[in-house]
């Protein structure tokens, strides 16, 4: 149980354009969602927070304009990168809570974006 | 904001030998969990470990809260016991912080 995909797993695109990506949370509903990116050999840098209806709240430095945050429903969240350029390259990794399930996170198996 | 440090950075083993990771943190923290990330990224939950010892076949985690770390116990090494493994602790506004992370390549 309590499993997190998300999609794609991986994206290819120019620089410029803008990149969705979703998270999905298959057996539980996730009340809280949150979007990380990696830098290779790096950690997990958290960029947002979104509950289920509400607006993502972002930490310090992430520009919200760049990353567009949607959490619609109880099963989806998705990521936006608009007008992506080649230092947006990562590895994005989002995980999911349920108040129901505990303070555990779940997370997905990550999508990695590289900006041409 | 809460700092978590993990030691070592680096890590090589010989397949059979057993080895203990740490994870210090600065503040109190509502939970904890180790992660091992395999080579494609994934992150696998090893343990969600607030406080207490659980033991999972050749893993275990110790997380002693009053004293601020937490440790990780790898027993009989594998060579599918390498990659990278994170702590990452929950903070009282429910923010996960991820340690550095420790990397391990086990030698066949």
């Known amino acids: 149980g309590a499993v997190v995909s998300q999609h794609p797993s991986w994206v290819i695109c120019k620089s410029g354009t803008s990149v969705k990506i979703e998270c999905r949370s298959l057996d539980f509903q996730a009340t809280t969602m949150f979007w990380y990116r990696q830098f290779p050999k790096k950690s997990l840098m958290l960029m947002a927070t979104?509950?289920?209806?509400?607006?993502?709240?972002?930490e310090q430095g992430v520009e919200k304009d760049k990353f567009l945050i949607n959490h619609a429903s109880l099963t989806l969240s998705t990521l936006t990168v608009t007008s992506a350029h080649p230092e947006d390259s990562s590895f994005y990794i989002c995980?999911?809570?349920?108040?129901?399930?505990?303070?555990?996170?779940?997370f997905g198996p990550g999508t990695r974006l590289t900006v041409l | 904001g809460i700092q978590v440090e993990q030691s070592p950075p680096d890590l090589i083993l010989q397949e059979g030998a057993n080895s203990t990771l740490r994870c210090n943190f600065s503040?109190?923290?509502?939970?904890l969990q180790w992660f091992h990330q395999n080579p494609w990224g994934q992150l696998i939950n090893l343990f969600y470990?607030?406080?207490g010892t659980k033991q999972n076949g050749r893993l275990s985690a110790t997380t002693v809260a009053t004293e601020r770390y937490s440790l990780l116990y790898i027993s009989s090494s594998q060579t599918t016991d390498s990659g990278v493994y994170f702590c990452a602790v929950v903070t009282g506004g429910f923010k996960t912080i991820f340690g550095a992370g420790t990397r391990l390549f086990v030698k066949a």
């Open positions: 995980s999911a809570r349920d108040k129901v399930l505990g303070p555990r996170q779940f």
């Open positions: 979104s509950n289920e209806g509400s607006k993502a709240t972002y």
């Open positions: 503040d109190s923290v509502n939970n």
């Open positions: 470990i607030p406080s």
